[in-house]
């Protein structure tokens, strides 16, 4: 009998740590349905100090889910504990993940605290955390920068209070795996009460090594792993929820664990969380990259049709690939589409978002013939963007024209403070003509970081998803837009990134100083 490995999904919390993919109570509650579907064990769902969208969005998780546990993240301080307490509240089944830090560097420098200080709040924060629930999850954050023996005085301290999970983050990327593996074996063996809690290991990707370091602390003792979808998050990411779950699927010869993840619905998970953050996937990417199952050479292929396992570790379709299978055309209707939406985990709350979807459907399918789930899932998604709360801006129409030996023109007109809008410009191709028309009606004066373009599905008559990406006095967002014509899709997503930018509500970081 193996023992459970708990899967902690963290996209909604850490993973939207990562500049500009901020996502609405909406978009959240989109993803913890399918992390649900995905069997994930624990849903960390936010912050709810950190802004009242936060709290709010936390609440609505913990409100529709059932079969996940929901987490709330909660800093060592009395506000975020009781927010964390109350957001949490109608879930089935809550957890707190309280934290502070334990490294030489961030008790002296970002804290401010002594040894001793940390120590007492630590025991402070896991006892008020129990008044909420007695499912506490502890973090020393920077654990793997602090100083073993004193992570072992204030793991048995906090465990001796109530903490029911042990999570040993590497918050800066900085272990390598047989060094992190090392650290669960010496803590699980000098921590007198270390069977009274669950080890966990949450590592972050600067080195690549987020993956490999989470499997070492498994082989080690650790029984819960912290990762996202796609690896989201901060910098380099965090563990990729894929990359561990079929690592211990696929390698069943050496671990002792396994998990309880439907793993069907991964690539399902990943598509959804691009698609809302706009964080494309590579796809050279484990799992579920495009090319992640592609035989392209011959001589593989060749292995692959005389023999699967010759060059396969692992099924496409046990990760919820399927060979792009027609699924809709222009004849479809209504009850077909909505039908096979909600088989795709998507669902609508009011008949008139269904109405609106059918009818972009429709449209699509007139320039489309044939629909693919992909195409649904974009056209759902860039339904849901047009509804973006509080909405600013919006495209009303556009005319672009391009002649070879002329300069590239487009005339935009917008949807702003209540009344139509346009503007010509010129640019050095359709779509920067198009930009700047766009930015001379609106005058944010942001900064384009980044613009990416990807097909949906294979062809020219795809849908393409375009990616913006807008920063303004350090404040990152990014729009996403999607329709068969990519200049078209570009000036949706660029619309949408204006909308999010004029949304300037505060949010705190948890990780910032108190
Ligand atoms: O990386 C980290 O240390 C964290 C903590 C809040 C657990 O995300
Ligand atoms: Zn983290």
Known sequence: MKDHLVIFDTTLRDGEQSPGASMTKEEKVRIAKQLEKLQVDVIEAGFPAASEGDFESVHAVASVIKDSTICGLARAVENDIVKAGEAIKPANSGRI?????????????????????????????????????????????????????????????????????????????????????????????????SDKAIFSAHCHNDLGLAAANSLAAVRNGARQIECTINGLGERAGNTALEEVVMAVKTRQDIFDVDTQINTKEILAASRLVSNITGFPVQPNKAIVGANAFSHESGIHQDGVLKHRETYEIMRAEDVGWSTNKMVMGKHSGRNAFKTRLEELGMEFETEQELNEAFIRFKELADRKHEIYD???????????????????????????????????????????????????????????????????????????????????????????????????????VNGQGSDTDIVTASAKAYINALNKLQDDSDKAHPQAPV
């Not at 005085?153 to 903490?163: L, M, P, S």
């Not at 809008?421 to 944010?444: C, N, Y």
């Not at 970081?449 to 350090?474: A, C, F």
């Open 97 to 193: 993940h309280t934290f502070i830090a334990t490294s030489p560097i961030h008790m002296e420098k970002k804290l401010r605290m002594s040894p001793d200080e940390v120590v007492e709040r630590a025991v402070w924060a896991v006892k008020k955390a129990r008044n909420y629930t007695d499912n506490v999850e502890f973090s020393p954050e920077d654990a793997g920068r602090s100083e073993p023996d004193f992570l072992c005085r204030v793991i048995e301290a906090v465990i001796d209070a109530g903490a029911t999970t042990i999570n040993i983050p590497d918050t800066v990327g900085y272990n390598v795996p047989h060094q992190f593996g090392r650290l669960f074996k010496e803590l699980l063996e000098r921590i007198p009460n």
């Open 374 to 476: 992909e195409d649904l899932q974009s056209l759902v998604t860039d339904n849901n963007i047009q509804r973006v709360e509080n909405e600013s801006f919006r495209l009303v129409s556009m005319k672009v024209s391009t002649e070879t030996g002329e300069s590239p023109k487009a005339e935009v007109t917008l949807w702003m403070n209540g009344e139509e809008a346009s503007a010509l410009s010129t640019g050095s191709g359709v779509v920067d003509a198009t930009f700047k028309a766009i930015e001379s009606l609106v005058e944010s004066g942001s900064a384009l970081q980044l613009y990416t373009v990807s097909n949906v599905t294979n062809g020219t008559d795809s849908l393409g998803e375009t990616s913006v990406r807008l920063e303004k006095g350090g404040r990152i």
